[in-house]
């Protein structure tokens, strides 16, 4: 019997690591395959020498790096709010069996054949690891150890494992439990309706900064090009360009206008000599940075998540990109 206890704490211990460790592998995983393929990406590119090419390879990288990681931990994010939604009905079970004069593993074993969506295969293991002999708070550990994201269910654990060892009125406390939780979460929900105006506004913000480069692409370079052939704004000679002395000169007072001649070359924006390709690498510049800056923001706002701010930057970004190209390759801007 005790070897047999013995054998179902290491296996459980191992169990628990080897999740972790998966769950930390998966990361590495995923951001070492990307920044392969983003690494692999430059380099052929760098070997063509087409800047155009390099620019574009650069920025597809970029994605690459960022979109698989975001999304394995916005899924990852998801989950734990539907271990979160479901634990409370969970304890509630466990707190009727007790009060039917089950004991606490009783109960844990009685709930693992009820239904709690994604927390289900969760309980299941709980219920695995005592019908080995694996002590309760050794499985309440390995619980939240699978799940150390959720800071509600890791410290739930903790109250339910002393209150298991000093005794007296488990139930209340599993029901108390319970009600703390829902309150907690429709804390969390009123906060979130609230704070979805205020991301409703980084969008709008992000859109009206997009609809007025474009306003200005349309009306203003036309200007200075007119005001430069006359004698701008009273001014003999006046130039729209600011980078026309700069050219392809490796000054480093000059690596901004080389970094927007190399956007207006990437993304065939016009000759870089021209004011007009110069205003419109310039404009496209702001609006990725905008929009990256406004997706952070609006995630931390919104969700008080970075990797939450990661989508909404891909889709300011994305949305930006692609409404600013179509509009100068259809020649409306």
Known sequence: MHSRIISGVVQSMKKSYRTKESRIGKERKILIVSVVIFLTLVSV?????????????????????????????????????????????????ISESLRAGLSLIQAIQATSKSDYGALTGEIKKMNNQLSWNITLDRVLKNFGTRIPDSRIITR??????????????????????????????EAQQEKSVLLNQQVLMMYAIFFIFVGITIALIKFLIPLLQTQSQTGGFGVQGFNPNPCSLCGNNPDLACMGCNTFSTISQAFELGDPREASSYYKSLFLAMILIQGFFSGLIAGQIGSDSIAVGIKHSLIMLLSGFIIFILLIKTGII
Do not use: C, W
């Open 45 to 93: 590119s760098v070997y063509i020498g087409s800047i155009a090419l390099i620019a574009n390879m650069l920025f597809l990288g970029m994605l690459i790096i960022i979109v698989p990681y975001s999304l394995y931990k916005f899924f990852r994010l998801k989950k734990i709010r539907s271990y979160e939604n479901d634990f409370p009905n969970f304890l509630r079970d």
């Open 156 to 185: 739930s654990l903790m109250i339910i494992d002393q209150a298991n060892k000093s005794g007296g009125n488990i139930e209340d406390t599993m029901d108390s439990l319970a009600n703390h939780i829902e309150s907690i979460k």
